[in-house]
């Protein structure tokens, strides 16, 4: 691709700091991996609630919906139809195990080329389902499609921005999950009158996943990637692309050749060497950030929203509806994450994010337990059915320029080259592990608990609020290849990483 620049130039913490129309239109095309993840989040819960699809394939939970005495909380208990949604994520954990080897040995645009096949492969058997064995299996190779993109892309995206930028490039892809995700959830309102939209809304996934896999194969690798695989010429036209033809790129190209080769030169990378003492940091992160996403509660949330409108008191069709408007609030808040996010910092955004969706769970709570009660059988006024849409509106909002961006973005950029590729497999394992696990059980505790499962997630939240301001450091500007500098620098962390003395960090501007 052509590199014309609109500069917006600043060296601080390392190499060239311009935007290139290139690096631009290249990272755009690379976020758009997040359409299929979006799209699926946004289509499952959707699909769940169509009368024809829950007639063909899960029945009893039709039977449930349809009783007189049924308690709200209950009727969508069903260890099947919850199978349905979480047997995506099974798969997904299993192609994030492989997938950091993999993209280390074919490159990051390899791999998000590949999640792209099978992601269609499997949208396709969705579509054409005729039982439901047909349907699980359509579900693994969507699993498997996002586990791959999911591993490649947020690297990729950090590894082509700027220092100075790649909080922004990198929330792009956070901010096409939610495009996907809103996209799905108003093709279910639209679908949701027809006997066959169930069938329209799987099968239309094979959209995003063509327009990743052909915009795909139409942009390079990372110089990062190009460089550790020995491709030095490709690296060197790839990194000029990015930052300019008028840019002197030779320091940030020797700085990763001689990366590179000190790694190679130590030993080969290995799966245990993140367990190496002086990666314990980045080992937790790796854990820590994905799994306290998974218990904000979000993504059982925007799979089960329509569920959840029903459960209470919306109808079906103002379900859809309630879920699509979170959905909009949801993107809108990336939006803002993206332009604060270098300007204001990670850490910032993750303690204002988590006050805020602590406090709306606890309110939601309230509102629920008052009005529909422990039995279930309650019946919730229309004011309060409105308060509380409003009160999920600002959790989705809270979420959307704090956990859901910046999950996503601080794994991709706090690994050294060396254990980049291990770490982030690391990273979307975990999150598609919890994933399964809540999205499992969710309606069976919803069962359970009742209104209590938004204190058991408020609970969550002030804990992994409390982590952030204990064990995070802040990576705002930091380059890669300078990131170690800010364990070094950590009144905990630093007993772990070598050389504990401390170092000084680039210079940083507001």
């Not at 491709?231 to 700085?255: C, H, Y």
């Not at 609030?329 to 910032?348: A, E, K, M, P, Q």
Request: proline share 3%.
């Amino acid at each position: 691709m052509a590199g014309g620049v609109f500069a917006i130039d600043d060296n601080r913490g390392g190499f060239s700091g311009r935007i290139t129309a290139s690096v631009v239109i290249t990272c755009i095309v690379a976020a758009s991996g997040g359409l299929i993840f979006g799209y699926d989040i946004g289509i499952s819960g959707g699909v769940t609630t169509m009368e024809p699809f829950l007639k063909r394939f899960f029945p009893s939970v039709l039977r449930k919906m349809q009783a007189a005495d049924r308690n709200v909380y209950c009727i969508f208990d069903s260890e099947l139809l919850t199978s349905f949604t979480s047997s995506l994520y099974i798969a997904g954990f299993a192609a994030s195990l492989v997938a950091g080897r993999l993209t280390r040995s074919l490159g990051r645009k390899a791999i998000m080329i590949l999640g792209g096949c099978t992601f269609f492969v499997g949208a396709t058997l969705n579509g054409a389902t005729v039982n439901i064995a047909m349907l699980f299996i359509g579900r693994i190779f969507l699993g498997f499609g996002v586990g791959f993109t999911n591993q490649a892309t947020p690297v990729y995206l950090s590894e082509m921005a700027p220092s100075k930028w790649r909080g922004a490039f990198n929330i792009g892809f956070t901010f096409m999950i939610g495009t996907g995700v809103v996209a799905a959830n108003a093709l279910n309102y639209r679908s949701a009158r027809l006997e066959w939209g169930w069938r329209l809304s799987l099968g239309l996934a094979v959209v995003p996943a063509l327009i990743m896999t052909l915009g795909a194969l139409l942009i390079s690798d990372t110089p990062s990637s190009l460089v550790e695989r020995g491709k030095l010429e490709e690296a060197e036209r790839a990194l000029r692309r990015a930052r300019g033809v008028d840019t002197d790129i030779g320091d940030e190209l020797n700085t990763l050749i001689k990366s590179s080769e000190a790694i190679k030169a130590a030993n080969e990378e290995t799966f245990k060497t993140i367990f190496e003492r002086q990666y314990r940091p980045h080992l937790v992160m790796s854990i820590a950030i994905p799994f306290f996403q998974q218990l904000t509660g979000i993504n059982v949330i925007a799979f089960y929203a329509p569920i959840l409108f029903q459960t209470v008191g919306f109808g079906s069709d103002s379900a859809l509806m309630a879920s699509l408007i979170l959905c909009i609030v949801n993107l809108f808040s990336i939006l803002v994450s993206t332009g604060i996010v270098d300007r204001y910092g990670r850490r910032i955004l993750f303690i204002q994010g988590g006050i805020q969706m602590f406090l709306c769970q606890v309110a939601v709570a309230c509102v629920m337990g008052s009005q529909i009660g422990s039995s279930g059988t309650g019946t919730m006024p229309k004011s309060y059915v409105i308060l509380v849409l409003v009160l999920m509106c600002l959790y989705a909002a809270g979420f959307g320029w704090s956990w859901g961006p910046l999950t996503w973005l601080i794994p991709s950029e706090i690994f050294p080259l060396k254990i980049r590729s291990i770490g982030q497999s690391i990273s979307v394992a975990v999150s598609f592990v919890f994933i399964f696990v809540l999205t499992q059980t969710f309606l069976a505790i919803l069962c359970h608990l009742k209104f209590g499962i938004f204190l058991f997630y408020a609970g969550w939240i002030l804990v992994m609020t409390l982590f952030v301001v204990l064990f995070l450091p802040e990576t705002k500007g930091v380059p890669l290849e300078s990131m170690n500098t800010i364990w070094e620098n950590h009144w905990y962390w630093k007993r772990f990483v070598k050389g504990g003395s401390a170092m000084v960090l680039p210079k940083q501007m507001d």
